[in-house]
T-cell receptor
Framework: SQTIHQWPATLVQPVGSPLSLECTVE??????LYWYRQAAGRGLQLLFY??????ISSEVPQNLSASRPQDRQFILSSKKLLLSDSGFYLC????????????FGDGTRLSIL | QKEVEQNSGPLSVPEGAIASLNCTYS??????FFWYRQYSGKSPELIMF????GDKEDGRFTAQLNKASQYVSLLIRDSQPSDSATYLC???????????FGKGTKLSVIP
């Protein structure tokens, strides 16, 4: 069966510091991968998605970036965090192709001080 | 802009009753519809998906889709206190990789 791992579970970072969140999927090949953010009191916002190694689509212009160095690895990064980057970051995967159900990791709760 | 609307709730139902959760969407070209359950502080968990008009049943859960009315619902029969959570409706367009989520309906099942 497929599993998705996301770490760390919680993170407290000062404003202006860098960020790296990692997500890996097991038990499937060539998945679609996604990064979402859920801010307090707001809905899930798609940040990035990837349909293959090195392929990244950005949905929201911001100071975050994503990379997919391996088939089942997805990384979310920032060079300098802003206060507004606080939130619950979720990685998800689906089988390749459109209109597929997405399955979420446990998430990283990021607080910016 | 694609929108998915849900009543934020809270929706309170007594234990053993049927909980009915509703969702409307703006994009008439939407093709796939998903229901997720999210417990407080946890990540969303997929519980149902439906692609065609009509009903789809899985255990105590029934998803209903009416594309003409741009309406999708989730019924939970024999509601249990463990069903207390926020339920998120999500929609994709034809061939799309992107899920558009509603803000969720908070369900409270009272023992």
């Amino acid at each position: 069966s497929q599993t998705i791992h996301q770490w760390p579970a919680t993170l407290v970072q000062p404003v202006g510091s860098p960020l790296s969140l990692e997500c890996t999927v097991e038990g499937t090949s060539n998945p679609n991968l996604y990064w979402y953010r859920q801010a307090a009191g707001r809905g899930l916002q798609l940040l990035f998605y990837s349909v293959g190694i090195g392929q990244i689509s950005s949905e929201v212009p911001q100071n975050l970036s994503a990379s997919r160095p391996q088939d089942r690895q997805f990384i979310l990064s920032s060079k300098k965090l802003l206060l507004s980057d606080s939130g619950f970051y979720l990685c998800a995967w689906s089988t390749s192709g459109g209109n597929q159900p997405q399955h979420f990791g446990d998430g990283t709760r990021l607080s910016i001080l | 802009q694609k929108e998915v609307e849900q009543n934020s709730g809270p929706l309170s139902v007594p234990e053993g009753a049927i909980a009915s959760l509703n969702c409307t969407y703006s994009d008439r070209g939407s093709q796939s519809f998903f229901w997720y359950r999210q417990y407080s502080g946890k990540s969303p968990e997929l519980i149902m998906f439906i692609y065609s008009n009509g009903d789809k049943e899985d255990g105590r859960f029934t998803a209903q889709l009416n594309k003409a009315s741009q309406y999708v619902s989730l019924l939970i029969r024999d509601s249990q206190p463990s069903d207390s959570a926020t339920y998120l409706c999500a929609v994709t367009g034809a061939g799309s990789y992107q899920l558009t989520f509603g803000k969720g309906t908070k369900l409270s099942v009272i023992p």
